[in-house]
């Protein structure tokens, strides 16, 4: 699919977000190991959250829709998981393989994950190797680094140690694995990574403890209720509304009810260092979870400089971030984020790739991007190479530039925030 953009001015909005998705997966995942059922109201609609779904489904949890899209979660408790007769199809989710292998390896059973040819490329040796040092029995392809991924569980030990990435995928996983298992953890992490995790187990009573970077889940086994949650709006979806605002003319956005975990807010914070306006409230707390309102009106900016130690908390809004800079008077330099060489795409090289053909000043390092600004960009051809975050970026980018941008590939927002293209400011024509 091919989509022709072009930009708005004097856009204003008000409104409330699909569910995150951090804590969408997070969320069926815990109602399905709950001893009873689980009512989840607001569950992001992507089709990642639909994997997870999928595939918990295989493994013999039952999720059912009901009225004003209320989830109800029947899963299987003290009994586990079902072995299931077919390969786990975890479609382009990183986050369904890597949580439920975590899960999987600390339950009874053979079982065998697979996704698509973009998932295939991701790295699973990050989560292979700290859960064979729990004892347990993973093989994957090329030398155990890539799937299809086979999980023969049960029989896991405690893991103490350092994951070898800053990563709440891999963190998640072990965690997932130990309580599954009923197994100690002592873990500690290499920077900050998202804490939902360990926010919802706090949450359903399940003593697990945090100290600064380190985090420690005595052995089980822990049983918890099932429970009812309204997955708060997800900040990296609220991300795009919020940088169409920032680059605008007259524009303002209002967005309720989103998800305000500090390690989810660091692009909002990088922005308001760059003189952005941006304010973020919160007004309530969800299992653990800060949950309030972010405005964002036309503002003048600044370039920045982005620490290593700032990269974790704004990972997937950094594509983004080099379209905001376009517009920043001076330099943004962004460094210590190789991580992003790793996702959907090779997300430093493409974002370079494709705002440079709509004349962005911008270079590539090996662990970043430096973008020089303000420069006024260019309608283009530009590619999404079968990734949401950067197809919405680059949709973004055509709100500031001068006429028609043409996305070659689209239809990949629906990953993460299917929602996108309704709320979407430009004029959009799709072309056959």
Same mark, same amino acid.
């Given at each position: 699919m091919r989509?022709?953009?072009?930009?708005?001015?004097?856009?204003k909005?008000?409104?409330?977000?699909?569910g995150?998705?951090?804590?969408?997966?997070?969320?069926?995942?815990?109602?399905?190991?709950?001893?009873?059922?689980?009512?989840?109201?607001?569950l992001?609609?992507?089709?990642?959250?639909a994997?997870?779904?999928?595939?918990?489904?295989?493994?013999?949890?039952?999720?059912?829709?009901?009225?004003?899209?209320?989830?109800?979660v029947?899963g299987?408790?003290?009994?586990?998981?079902?072995?299931?007769?077919?390969?786990?199809?975890?479609?382009?989710?990183?986050?369904?393989?890597?949580?439920?292998?975590?899960?999987?390896?600390?339950?009874?059973?053979?079982?065998?994950?697979?996704g698509?040819?973009?998932?295939?490329?991701?790295?699973?040796?990050?989560?292979?190797?700290?859960?064979?040092?729990?004892?347990?029995?993973?093989?994957?392809?090329?030398?155990?680094?890539?799937?299809?991924?086979?999980?023969?569980?049960?029989?896991?030990?405690a893991?103490r140690?350092?994951?070898?990435?800053?990563?709440?995928?891999?963190?998640?996983?072990?965690?997932?694995?130990?309580?599954?298992?009923g197994?100690?953890?002592?873990?500690e992490?290499?920077?900050?990574?998202?804490?939902?995790?360990?926010?919802?187990?706090?949450?359903?009573?399940?003593?697990?403890?945090?100290?600064?970077?380190?985090?420690?889940?005595?052995?089980?086994?822990?049983?918890?209720?099932?429970?009812?949650?309204?997955?708060?709006?997800?900040?990296?979806?609220?991300?795009?509304?919020?940088?169409?605002?920032?680059?605008?003319?007259?524009?303002?956005?209002?967005?309720?009810?989103?998800?305000?975990?500090?390690?989810r807010?660091?692009?909002f914070?990088?922005?308001?260092?760059?003189?952005?306006?941006?304010?973020?409230?919160?007004?309530?707390?969800?299992?653990?979870?800060?949950?309030?309102?972010?405005t964002?009106?036309?503002?003048?900016?600044?370039?920045?400089?982005?620490?290593?130690e @700032?990269?974790p908390?704004?990972?997937?809004?950094?594509p983004l +971030? !080099?379209v905001? $800079?376009?517009a /920043?008077e %001076?330099? *943004?330099?962004?460094?210590?984020?190789?991580?992003?060489r790793?996702?959907?795409?090779d997300?430093?090289?493409?974002?370079?790739?494709?705002?440079?053909?709509?004349g962005a000043?911008?270079t590539e390092?090996?662990?970043?991007?430096t973008?020089?600004?303000?420069?006024?960009?260019?309608?283009?051809?530009? @590619?999404?190479?079968?990734?949401?975050?950067?197809?919405?970026? +680059? !949709?973004?980018? $055509?709100?500031? /530039?001068? %006429?028609? *941008?043409?996305?070659?590939?689209?239809?990949?927002?629906?990953i993460?925030?299917?929602?996108f293209?309704?709320?979407?400011?430009?004029e959009?024509?799709?072309?056959?």
């Amino acid at each position: 699919m091919r989509v022709r953009l072009s930009g708005a001015e004097n856009w204003k909005y008000s409104s409330s977000l699909t569910g995150d998705k951090s804590l969408s997966h997070r969320s069926l995942i815990l109602a399905s190991m709950a001893s009873s059922p689980s009512r989840i109201k607001g569950l992001s609609k992507g089709a990642d959250v639909a994997s997870t779904g999928s595939v918990l489904g295989q493994l013999g949890s039952r999720i059912e829709t009901g009225r004003e899209e209320v989830v109800t979660v029947s899963g299987w408790g003290d009994s586990g998981p079902k072995e299931p007769e077919a390969v786990l199809d975890c479609g382009n989710s990183g986050t369904t393989i890597r949580l439920m292998a975590g899960l999987l390896a600390g339950c009874s059973g053979l079982f065998i994950m697979d996704g698509d040819e973009s998932l295939r490329k991701r790295p699973q040796g990050r989560i292979i190797r700290p859960l064979t040092q729990m004892g347990g029995r993973l093989w994957a392809r090329r030398n155990d680094t890539l799937c299809p991924l086979v999980v023969k569980g049960g029989g896991l030990s405690a893991f103490r140690g350092k994951p070898e990435v800053a990563s709440a995928q891999v963190k998640s996983s072990i965690i997932l694995a130990a309580l599954a298992a009923g197994v100690e953890v002592e873990l500690e992490e290499l920077g900050y990574t998202r804490d939902h995790t360990e926010n919802m187990l706090r949450g359903l009573g399940v003593p697990i403890g945090t100290d600064d970077l380190k985090v420690h889940l005595p052995a089980g086994p822990h049983r918890f209720e099932g429970f009812e949650f309204t997955v708060p709006g997800d900040p990296s979806s609220a991300a795009f509304l919020v940088a169409a605002a920032v680059l605008g003319t007259g524009t303002r956005v209002k967005i309720d009810g989103v998800c305000l975990n500090p390690t989810r807010t660091g692009f909002f914070t990088i922005l308001q260092r760059m003189g952005a306006k941006i304010e973020m409230t919160q007004t309530e707390t969800r299992m653990g979870e800060p949950v309030g309102t972010i405005t964002a009106e036309s503002s003048r900016l600044i370039g920045t400089t982005v620490e290593p130690e @700032e990269v974790p908390p704004a990972i997937d809004e950094f594509p983004l +971030l !080099a379209v905001v $800079a376009t517009a /920043a008077e %001076g330099h *943004t330099v962004v460094q210590g984020a190789e991580e992003l060489r790793v996702k959907e795409s090779d997300r430093i090289r493409c974002v370079v790739n494709e705002l440079s053909k709509m004349g962005a000043r911008i270079t590539e390092a090996p662990d970043g991007f430096t973008v020089y600004g303000p420069t006024q960009l260019n309608g283009a051809a530009v @590619e999404c190479h079968h990734d949401h975050r950067l197809e919405m970026s +680059l !949709a973004v980018a $055509a709100l500031t /530039a001068e %006429g028609n *941008t043409n996305l070659l590939n689209a239809g990949w927002a629906s990953i993460s925030f299917p929602e996108f293209w309704d709320f979407y400011p430009g004029e959009r024509l799709i072309l056959d």
